[in-house]
């Protein structure tokens, strides 16, 4: 199409006067309203566990024991490796980093009496992962990623050689905004590397474990058994939560690690709360039950989102395929597609698209200090918008992209 003629399809679909918002990987009204169920299950008659343990008062500062045991599966850790926490997986995240920053790790010395402590980010990553690491001053170094996972020899470079590297923030599977899983030989090389800080921590967010869009699944190696295996099980500290299970910021939030660093975590977790949120926890329970009460009602999840993907997928492929002009990627799970378009366009793609009714992620924000060195990659989020709303979105954002791509 000429440029005058994307123009003028550009033009007719700014007088629209659209609002379509695929900025943020929110589950859509129907994924949520599947779990409306668990709301009636504790009531005021029915707040004890199975065990008779009273869900109402203090107490389990790790969780009930129901919940680990269901959890643990969810995580593939031991029933005594995992902790099990509030509402919100991020949260256990932002508190381990300032818990390592003030009080270090297993008798560490704090990161923050560490001159210059840094992070490995790979990129592009999650947004609010590099978000902590501002906030609270740690330096981070962009790391590239590959499609089976991060660029393997560069971490093993970089954590081999200097020892104020303490961490690595990881979406191992279905990763936002890739959507890629880690292949066995990237969890392997994680799980044996040599690392100068002996304190160094592999933030393992396994946020999109249980999102398949379908039967085609992948599967990630366990990386606490790897990392025994390989003689350094203190090394990650795993995340999840049901947070894109059951309700967004109103899930479970849960950690896995070794029983050393478990045991050490709920020592100071005792010193932050009495005991996290039981009445929610027993409320997955009973919804549940148990995994495979899980991956049915993960099923229905997908039912919803996987025509939302299939929709972004196909306008891209008949909108911008074999032009060589963008790439992207074509997850078997999670919430989203990264798309990569030229060099240098992809926050005039970001401002074009605004300017005609779609919100996307601001171009950058999946960098560490939101710089995206090539200004090349959009993350999508498909699964907010109701399908109509994705398709005229996707047919927006390709007239911007081939009209910044000629502008370019
Ligand atoms: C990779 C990743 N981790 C964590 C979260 C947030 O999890 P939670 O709601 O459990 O805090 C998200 C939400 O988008 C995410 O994409």
């Not at 660093?261 to 027993?282: A, C, F, H, R, Y």
Request: aromatic residues 8%; hydrophobic residues 40%; glycine residues 10%.
């Amino acid at each position: 199409m000429s440029k005058e003629l994307l123009q003028k399809k550009y033009d007719e679909f700014k007088t629209k006067g659209l609002a379509l918002d695929m900025t943020r990987g929110k589950p859509c009204p129907e994924q949520l309203s599947l779990a409306n169920g668990m709301l009636e299950t504790v009531g005021a008659d029915s707040f004890k566990t199975d065990s008779g343990l009273d869900c109402r008062n203090y107490g389990g500062v790790d969780g009930l024991p129901e919940s680990k045991k269901l959890f643990s599966e969810f995580l593939e850790v031991g029933v005594d490796e995992i902790i099990i926490g509030g509402t919100s997986s991020l949260n256990m995240m932002y508190d381990t980093i300032a818990r390592a920053l003030l009080l270090g790790v297993l008798g560490g010395k704090p990161w923050s009496k560490v001159e210059g402590v840094k992070f490995l980010c790979p990129a592009p990553g999650y947004d609010r992962h590099f978000s902590i690491c501002e906030h609270f001053g740690i330096e981070m170094i962009a790391i590239k990623m590959n499609s089976d996972g991060p660029d393997m020899d560069e971490v093993e470079r970089l954590v081999a050689e200097d020892s104020t590297i303490k961490g690595i923030w990881c979406v191992p599977k279905y990763g936002n905004p890739t959507g890629i899983t880690y292949s066995d030989e990237v969890v392997e090389r994680f799980a044996k590397m040599k690392c100068a800080a002996s304190d160094f921590r592999i933030f393992w967010d396994n946020a999109y474990a249980v999102h398949h869009l379908s039967d085609n699944k992948d599967k990630l190696k366990n990386i606490l058994a790897a990392c025994k295996d390989a003689g350094n099980e203190d090394r990650v500290y795993i995340f999840g939560s049901t947070s894109k299970v059951s309700f967004a910021g109103a899930g479970v939030g849960m950690m896995g690690a070794s029983k050393s660093n478990v045991e050490n975590l709920v020592k100071s977790i005792s010193m932050q709360t009495i005991g996290p949120d039981k009445l929610n926890q027993l409320r997955h329970l009973r919804f549940f039950k148990d995994m495979a009460g899980i991956e049915a009602h993960m099923k229905r999840h997908a039912e919803i989102i996987k025509p939302k993907f299939d929709a972004v997928l196909e306008i891209l492929e008949s909108e911008l395929g074999g032009k060589g002009i963008a790439t992207w990627t074509n997850p078997n799970g999670g919430y989203f597609i990264s798309l990569d378009v030229p060099n240098g366009c992809a926050k005039k793609v970001v401002t074009m698209a605004a300017d005609a009714g779609v919100k996307l992620t601001a171009a950058g924000a999946t960098f560490p200090y939101k710089k995206d060195l090539s200004d090349s990659n959009i993350r999508i989020a498909p699964t907010l918008p109701s399908l109509d709303e994705i398709k005229t979105a996707m047919e927006i954002v390709c007239t911007c992209i081939l009209l910044a791509d000629i502008e370019n």
